[in-house]
Antibody, heavy 122, light 107 residues
Framework: QITLKESGPALVKPTQTLTLTCTFS??????????VGWIRQPPGKALEWLAL???????RYSPSLKSRLTITKDTSKNQVVLTMTNMDPVDTATYYC??????????????WGQGTLVTVSS | DIQMTQSPSSLSASVGDRVTITCRAS??????LNWYQQKPGRAPKLLIY???SLQSGVPSRFSGSGSGTDFTLTISSLQPEDFATYYC?????????FGQGTKVEIE
Protein backbone atom coordinates (compact mmCIF):
# COMPACT_ATOMS: atom_id res chain seq x y z
CA GLN A 1 0.00 0.00 0.00
CA ILE A 2 1.42 3.35 -1.07
CA THR A 3 0.92 6.31 1.21
CA LEU A 4 2.36 9.81 1.50
CA LYS A 5 1.86 12.27 4.32
CA GLU A 6 2.89 15.89 4.62
CA SER A 7 3.95 17.41 7.91
CA GLY A 8 5.06 20.85 9.00
CA PRO A 9 3.87 24.01 10.70
CA ALA A 10 0.30 25.16 10.18
CA LEU A 11 1.25 28.78 10.75
CA VAL A 12 4.35 30.72 9.76
CA LYS A 13 5.15 34.40 9.99
CA PRO A 14 6.03 36.56 6.99
CA THR A 15 9.75 36.39 6.06
CA GLN A 16 10.17 33.06 7.89
CA THR A 17 11.34 29.86 6.22
CA LEU A 18 8.85 27.02 5.77
CA THR A 19 10.05 23.45 6.07
CA LEU A 20 7.69 20.67 4.98
CA THR A 21 8.37 16.96 5.17
CA CYS A 22 6.77 14.29 3.02
CA THR A 23 7.00 10.86 4.62
CA PHE A 24 6.08 8.01 2.33
CA SER A 25 5.75 4.24 2.38
CA UNK A 26 5.09 1.45 -0.09
CA UNK A 27 7.71 2.51 -2.63
CA UNK A 28 11.36 3.47 -2.78
CA UNK A 29 13.03 6.60 -4.10
CA UNK A 30 15.89 4.35 -5.18
CA UNK A 31 13.71 2.89 -7.94
CA UNK A 32 14.53 4.04 -11.46
CA UNK A 33 11.98 6.53 -12.77
CA UNK A 34 10.38 7.35 -9.44
CA UNK A 35 10.15 10.86 -8.08
CA VAL A 36 8.34 12.89 -5.44
CA GLY A 37 6.89 16.27 -6.20
CA TRP A 38 5.35 19.16 -4.29
CA ILE A 39 2.22 20.93 -5.44
CA ARG A 40 0.30 23.68 -3.66
CA GLN A 41 -3.21 25.09 -3.84
CA PRO A 42 -4.22 28.47 -2.40
CA PRO A 43 -7.73 28.45 -0.94
CA GLY A 44 -10.28 28.33 -3.75
CA LYS A 45 -7.63 28.41 -6.45
CA ALA A 46 -5.92 26.05 -8.87
CA LEU A 47 -3.07 23.63 -8.35
CA GLU A 48 0.47 24.97 -8.73
CA TRP A 49 3.46 22.72 -9.40
CA LEU A 50 6.43 23.63 -7.18
CA ALA A 51 9.29 21.15 -7.31
CA LEU A 52 10.28 17.58 -8.07
CA UNK A 53 13.11 15.30 -6.98
CA UNK A 54 14.02 12.15 -8.90
CA UNK A 55 15.42 8.81 -7.83
CA UNK A 56 18.86 9.87 -9.11
CA UNK A 57 18.75 13.11 -7.05
CA UNK A 58 18.05 15.27 -10.07
CA UNK A 59 15.90 18.22 -9.04
CA ARG A 60 13.50 20.55 -10.86
CA TYR A 61 11.92 23.75 -9.62
CA SER A 62 9.23 26.15 -10.70
CA PRO A 63 11.16 29.02 -12.33
CA SER A 64 9.01 31.63 -10.59
CA LEU A 65 9.91 30.21 -7.15
CA LYS A 66 13.29 28.66 -7.83
CA SER A 67 15.25 31.19 -5.78
CA ARG A 68 13.14 30.36 -2.70
CA LEU A 69 12.83 26.58 -2.94
CA THR A 70 15.05 23.68 -1.99
CA ILE A 71 14.03 20.03 -2.29
CA THR A 72 16.02 17.19 -0.76
CA LYS A 73 15.52 13.53 -0.05
CA ASP A 74 16.51 11.10 2.66
CA THR A 75 16.12 7.71 1.07
CA SER A 76 16.88 5.81 4.27
CA LYS A 77 14.01 7.56 6.05
CA ASN A 78 11.66 7.57 3.05
CA GLN A 79 11.32 11.33 3.30
CA VAL A 80 11.41 14.31 0.98
CA VAL A 81 11.83 17.79 2.43
CA LEU A 82 10.81 21.07 0.82
CA THR A 83 12.02 24.38 2.18
CA MET A 84 10.62 27.71 1.06
CA THR A 85 12.28 30.90 2.23
CA ASN A 86 10.91 34.37 2.77
CA MET A 87 7.30 33.32 3.22
CA ASP A 88 4.56 35.80 2.35
CA PRO A 89 0.79 35.79 2.94
CA VAL A 90 0.30 34.93 -0.76
CA ASP A 91 2.03 31.61 -0.01
CA THR A 92 -0.92 30.58 2.14
CA ALA A 93 -2.05 27.30 0.62
CA THR A 94 -2.55 23.60 1.07
CA TYR A 95 0.72 21.90 0.20
CA TYR A 96 0.66 18.40 -1.27
CA CYS A 97 3.37 15.89 -1.98
CA UNK A 98 2.82 13.21 -4.60
CA UNK A 99 4.61 10.24 -6.15
CA UNK A 100 5.73 10.67 -9.71
CA UNK A 101 6.08 7.67 -11.99
CA UNK A 102 6.41 7.16 -15.74
CA UNK A 103 4.31 4.90 -17.94
CA UNK A 104 4.50 5.02 -21.75
CA UNK A 105 7.22 7.63 -21.13
CA UNK A 106 4.64 9.99 -19.67
CA UNK A 107 5.11 11.12 -16.09
CA UNK A 108 2.18 11.61 -13.76
CA UNK A 109 1.37 11.83 -10.06
CA UNK A 110 -0.41 8.62 -9.16
CA UNK A 111 -0.49 8.87 -5.36
CA TRP A 112 -0.98 12.02 -3.33
CA GLY A 113 -0.73 12.93 0.32
CA GLN A 114 -3.73 14.39 2.12
CA GLY A 115 -2.20 17.87 2.05
CA THR A 116 -1.28 20.26 4.81
CA LEU A 117 -2.64 23.78 5.12
CA VAL A 118 -0.01 26.43 5.73
CA THR A 119 -1.14 29.91 6.70
CA VAL A 120 1.26 32.83 6.51
CA SER A 121 0.29 35.56 8.93
CA SER A 122 1.86 37.75 11.55
CA ASP B 1 6.38 27.84 -19.10
CA ILE B 2 3.72 25.93 -21.02
CA GLN B 3 0.30 27.43 -20.35
CA MET B 4 -2.64 25.07 -19.97
CA THR B 5 -6.10 26.52 -20.62
CA GLN B 6 -9.22 24.60 -19.72
CA SER B 7 -12.73 25.29 -20.93
CA PRO B 8 -15.25 25.81 -19.64
CA SER B 9 -14.23 27.05 -16.20
CA SER B 10 -17.45 25.63 -14.84
CA LEU B 11 -20.48 23.79 -16.10
CA SER B 12 -23.82 22.61 -14.80
CA ALA B 13 -25.04 19.18 -15.76
CA SER B 14 -27.49 16.51 -14.71
CA VAL B 15 -26.95 12.92 -13.72
CA GLY B 16 -26.74 10.86 -16.90
CA ASP B 17 -25.46 13.70 -19.07
CA ARG B 18 -22.43 13.37 -21.31
CA VAL B 19 -19.83 15.92 -20.24
CA THR B 20 -16.82 17.14 -22.19
CA ILE B 21 -13.98 19.27 -20.83
CA THR B 22 -11.23 20.60 -23.05
CA CYS B 23 -7.64 21.50 -22.30
CA ARG B 24 -5.38 23.43 -24.66
CA ALA B 25 -1.60 23.72 -24.34
CA SER B 26 0.31 26.80 -25.45
CA UNK B 27 2.67 24.57 -27.43
CA UNK B 28 2.72 20.96 -28.54
CA UNK B 29 3.03 18.51 -25.65
CA UNK B 30 2.47 15.40 -27.81
CA UNK B 31 0.66 13.06 -25.38
CA UNK B 32 2.20 14.27 -22.10
CA LEU B 33 -1.17 15.14 -20.62
CA ASN B 34 -2.86 13.93 -17.44
CA TRP B 35 -6.29 14.53 -15.92
CA TYR B 36 -7.12 14.71 -12.22
CA GLN B 37 -10.37 14.92 -10.26
CA GLN B 38 -10.56 16.87 -7.01
CA LYS B 39 -13.41 16.94 -4.54
CA PRO B 40 -13.70 19.64 -1.87
CA GLY B 41 -11.22 19.17 0.96
CA ARG B 42 -9.56 16.22 -0.76
CA ALA B 43 -6.35 15.63 -2.63
CA PRO B 44 -6.48 15.34 -6.43
CA LYS B 45 -7.01 11.88 -7.85
CA LEU B 46 -5.43 10.68 -11.10
CA LEU B 47 -8.02 9.72 -13.73
CA ILE B 48 -6.21 9.66 -17.07
CA TYR B 49 -2.50 9.65 -17.95
CA UNK B 50 -0.72 9.90 -21.29
CA UNK B 51 -3.81 11.63 -22.72
CA UNK B 52 -5.97 8.52 -23.01
CA SER B 53 -4.86 5.79 -20.58
CA LEU B 54 -7.32 5.08 -17.79
CA GLN B 55 -5.78 4.84 -14.34
CA SER B 56 -6.43 1.56 -12.56
CA GLY B 57 -9.68 1.59 -10.62
CA VAL B 58 -11.18 4.57 -12.47
CA PRO B 59 -14.63 3.88 -13.97
CA SER B 60 -14.75 3.36 -17.72
CA ARG B 61 -17.22 6.24 -18.15
CA PHE B 62 -14.14 8.48 -18.01
CA SER B 63 -12.10 8.76 -21.20
CA GLY B 64 -9.44 11.04 -22.61
CA SER B 65 -8.35 11.92 -26.10
CA GLY B 66 -6.14 14.30 -28.02
CA SER B 67 -2.53 14.99 -28.86
CA GLY B 68 -0.37 17.95 -29.67
CA THR B 69 -2.10 20.97 -28.16
CA ASP B 70 -5.76 19.96 -27.83
CA PHE B 71 -7.14 17.42 -25.38
CA THR B 72 -10.51 16.30 -24.12
CA LEU B 73 -11.83 14.60 -20.99
CA THR B 74 -15.22 12.98 -21.47
CA ILE B 75 -17.59 11.58 -18.87
CA SER B 76 -20.03 9.44 -20.81
CA SER B 77 -22.81 9.36 -18.23
CA LEU B 78 -22.39 11.71 -15.28
CA GLN B 79 -22.87 10.12 -11.88
CA PRO B 80 -23.56 11.86 -8.54
CA GLU B 81 -20.02 11.15 -7.34
CA ASP B 82 -18.54 12.88 -10.41
CA PHE B 83 -19.45 16.38 -9.28
CA ALA B 84 -16.00 17.80 -8.64
CA THR B 85 -13.29 19.98 -10.13
CA TYR B 86 -11.16 18.56 -12.93
CA TYR B 87 -7.60 19.60 -13.77
CA CYS B 88 -5.35 18.84 -16.70
CA UNK B 89 -1.57 18.77 -16.28
CA UNK B 90 1.25 18.67 -18.80
CA UNK B 91 4.42 16.76 -18.03
CA UNK B 92 6.18 17.52 -21.32
CA UNK B 93 8.63 19.74 -19.48
CA UNK B 94 9.10 21.50 -16.18
CA UNK B 95 7.39 23.30 -14.60
CA UNK B 96 4.71 20.64 -15.06
CA UNK B 97 1.85 23.10 -15.18
CA PHE B 98 -1.82 22.53 -14.41
CA GLY B 99 -4.86 24.04 -16.01
CA GLN B 100 -7.03 26.41 -14.00
CA GLY B 101 -9.65 23.74 -13.39
CA THR B 102 -13.20 22.99 -14.51
CA LYS B 103 -15.87 22.75 -11.84
CA VAL B 104 -18.70 20.36 -12.66
CA GLU B 105 -21.83 21.28 -10.71
CA ILE B 106 -25.28 19.82 -10.37
CA GLU B 107 -27.87 21.45 -12.62
Amino acid sequence: QITLKESGPALVKPTQTLTLTCTFSGFSLRTNGVGVGWIRQPPGKALEWLALIYWDDDKRYSPSLKSRLTITKDTSKNQVVLTMTNMDPVDTATYYCARRITIFEVAHFDYWGQGTLVTVSS
Amino acid sequence: DIQMTQSPSSLSASVGDRVTITCRASQSITRYLNWYQQKPGRAPKLLIYAASSLQSGVPSRFSGSGSGTDFTLTISSLQPEDFATYYCQQTYNTPQTFGQGTKVEIE
